[in-house]
């Protein structure tokens, strides 16, 4: 920021404007108030010109150039709206149109699609091509991640978040003109690669091509079961950007109407994942201070984001024993209901349907590890996406903004504002902080916010006294910026004591499996930032801040567990991890 | 990929020697693309992981660029590799259907080759017969003036 950045004067339909040196056309129109539409355009993921659709007339230019790539400059003169550029733009987008299977009204993005509203804008009425037109078999062999090609509209913006953003490089562009496709090498299914299953791909997507793989059905039959105890949990990113779907502005957060929603679709029981993150800080906490007392194995990395654990499963198998043995929140309460919570209240553990609402469709494919059971019966029976729970709400005709503000059920209805702050980047590394520096230090840490781990920078360090000892610790979320941190590791060019690694940007206020953002909305607003002061404001009204203070967790413990890394906490809480290879 | 890996331990030393002679070089992937195609005849995947590994590129893209430029094949050549002709002269002589009744006999499509690893189809340009046209070639000899009817015949000889 510190740099000065020179302005240019220029102009955009015969408005005279200013606007910074290294801005584009389409960032300058788009200050000013001017739309131009756009497809393959991602900002800080995708800018490669390739869809034509925001295509402008540039006075002296020999033909019409992309906006989203063309840079400002002194005396620059564009017209964005002539009839030039209207009709090109509009047979375009009836050229991509003629290869696209056009069944809007079953298709999962219907009415949140941007070719669809591309359509609309552009006055599109028929399309005059017809000709031979690509069929796909669709993939949805991945647990997590469904690809449809007949939808896709080869932007490549998925591509460039897998492969740049992500490093995880498991897409890219097959064959060549009318054959091209996006997939995996030798058509393979996204199951059989070193997918993670972030899902950051569905959320670039612009049509229907990806989505997370739908698992509301089991959970209305469940619902529909008499047999069953149908108990919901749901994780703090859900509660800071449900509320998008029902029309509220990004960064409302929507706990009580969530709740509330929740009973009325008819689950027996409604808990806060919250109280899982709370488990999570008591057992890795503990897990920290004794490696770091013991000569464990350093630097410890958080293991709640299931796309960061098969990550580094995949690509970083040398870690492993640097990765904390603790399951991830939801895992971790789903094992306490069907067992301590069964257990108190008289229920039959295998009637039990555990169902989690997730930010993340990474938690279908953990949910459905091998090791993410205890006595037989899986920690979590189904999980469903903030969009899922979305569409479950409709389907159930909840007027959700006339919906009461209500509570989680007891026992567990008070987690602690550490473990709201999960759901964002360095959240739950200050959520250990806190628990840490108080057991370390032998007393009650009055400075509990840290900010030096907040924010959206890829990489964040920090140094934090604790007890008289210096802890070194690092932040990243996306994958790529863990690639990078943990080269430089390995390469022997940083140490740290603990590190927290989330796949996605920003964390879980940006996962895979939340609300789908416009890319023209994410031009305006950094998602990342916005949803994350719903989290941040959820833990500064919370009369409870530090996990190890939720009267919950010392019951719990002094009920069941006995204490934090018992042999009980381990056999339920605790898991491991396989090294997979990169094919 | 019904054909197995046939690849010998000295056409793997070539290829790591080719890949190290590459590492590290803006671009590398197309060349030691070619040069293993070279080695191996064909880039099956087990070839393309030993190049993704070893440039460290994703095997995606490794695949993505075989399967977009036409020189590179994911498919071995059979013991008699056939091709037809199909310049202007072969065209309008029908070389068409002889290239159909090929794929409908062997049950294979252009760029593959046979699960006994015995023929192997292509398409090719003019390959400056015409006087016999239409023309297709089995290994090095040329067979001329054909029928659609011969072709079965002709094929059988080689079986």
Known sequence: ?583 | MAIPFKGTKEQEEQLKAVIAAHKGEKGATIPVLHEAQDIYGYLPIEVQKMIAEGLGVSLAEVYGIVTFYTQFSLNPKGEHPIGVCLGTACYVKGSGDILEKLKDILKIDVGECTDDGKFSLDATRCIGACGLAPVMTIGDDVHGRLTVDQVEGIVKQYS
């Open chain 1, 1 to 583: 920021m510190s740099e000065k950045i020179n302005m240019v004067n220029m102009k955009i339909n015969g408005m005279e404007i200013s606007v910074p040196e290294n801005y584009t056309i389409l960032e300058a129109a788009r200050e000013n108030g001017i739309d131009i539409p756009t497809l393959c355009y991602l900002k800080d993921v995708s800018k490669t010109g390739a869809c034509r659709m925001c295509i402008v007339e540039i006075k002296g230019a020999r033909a019409l150039q992309a906006s989203c790539v063309y840079p400002v400059s002194e005396g620059l003169e564009v017209l964005t709206n002539t009839k030039k550029v209207r009709d090109q733009r509009r047979v375009t987008l009836e050229l991509l149109l003629s290869d696209h299977d056009r069944k809007c009204l079953s298709c999962p993005r219907n009415q949140k699609c941007e070719l669809q509203a591309l359509a609309d804008d552009l006055g599109v009425e028929n399309i005059p091509f017809e000709g031979e037109m690509n069929t796909y078999d669709i993939d949805e062999v991945s647990a997590s991640i469904v690809r449809d090609n007949n939808k896709c509209v080869l932007c490549r913006r998925c591509v460039n978040m897998c492969k740049n953003v992500q490093t995880v490089s498991v897409i890219d562009t097959m064959e060549r003109g009318f054959r091209t496709k996006v997939g995996s090498a030798f058509d393979m299914s996204l199951a059989d690669t070193a997918c993670v299953n972030c899902g950051q791909c569905i959320i670039s997507c612009p049509t229907g091509a990806l989505r997370e793989k739908n698992n509301t059905k089991e959970v209305w039959n469940a619902i529909a079961d008499d047999s069953k105890v149908v108990i919901v949990q749901t994780a703090p990113a859900v509660r800071a950007a449900l509320g998008e779907e029902f029309g509220y502005p990004m960064g409302t957060a929507v706990t009580g109407k969530m709740a509330a929603a929740l009973r009325r679709l008819g689950f027996d029981k409604v808990f806060d994942t919250d109280t899982g993150a709370d488990l999570t800080i008591m057992e890795e906490a503990n897990e920290l201070v004794e490696r770091i007392k013991n000569g464990g194995k350093l630097p410890m990395i958080t293991s709640c984001s299931p796309g960061w654990v098969k990550f580094c499963e995949h690509n970083f198998p040398d870690f492993l024993d640097n990765l904390s043995s603790c399951k991830s929140p939801h895992e971790m309460f789903g094992a306490i209901i069907k067992s301590y919570y069964a257990e108190k209240h008289g229920i039959d553990p295998k009637s039990i349907f555990m169902v989690s609402v997730m930010p993340c469709v990474a938690k279908k494919f953990e949910a459905g590890r091998p090791e993410m059971e205890c006595g037989g019966l899986r920690d979590v029976d189904a999980v469903i996406s903030t969009r899922e729970l979305a569409d479950m709400i409709k389907e159930a005709g909840i007027m959700f903004s006339k919906l009461p503000d209500e509570e989680f059920d007891q026992p567990f209805e008070r987690a602690s504002g550490a473990g709201v702050i999960f759901g964002a980047t360095g959240g739950v590394m200050e959520a250990a902080l806190r628990t840490a520096a108080d057991t370390l230090g032998g007393k009650s840490v009055e400075e509990i916010e840290y900010h030096g781990v907040r924010g959206v920078e890829g990489i964040k360090e920090a140094t934090v006294n604790m007890g008289g000892m210096d802890v070194k610790v690092a932040v990243a979320h996306g994958l790529g910026n863990a690639r990078k941190l943990l080269e430089n590791i390995r390469d022997g060019k940083a140490d740290y004591h603990f590190i927290e690694i989330m796949a996605c940007p920003g964390g879980c206020v940006n996962g895979g499996g939340q609300p789908i953002v416009a890319s023209k909305d994410k031009m305006d607003k950094d998602l990342r930032v916005e949803r994350a002061k719903a989290i941040y404001s959820e833990d500064r009204a919370s009369g409870i801040r530090k996990s190890h203070e939720n009267p919950d967790m010392v019951t719990l413990y002094n009920e069941y567990l006995e204490k934090p890394g018992s042999h009980r906490a381990h056999e339920l809480l605790h898991t491991t991890y396989t090294s997979r290879g990169l094919f």
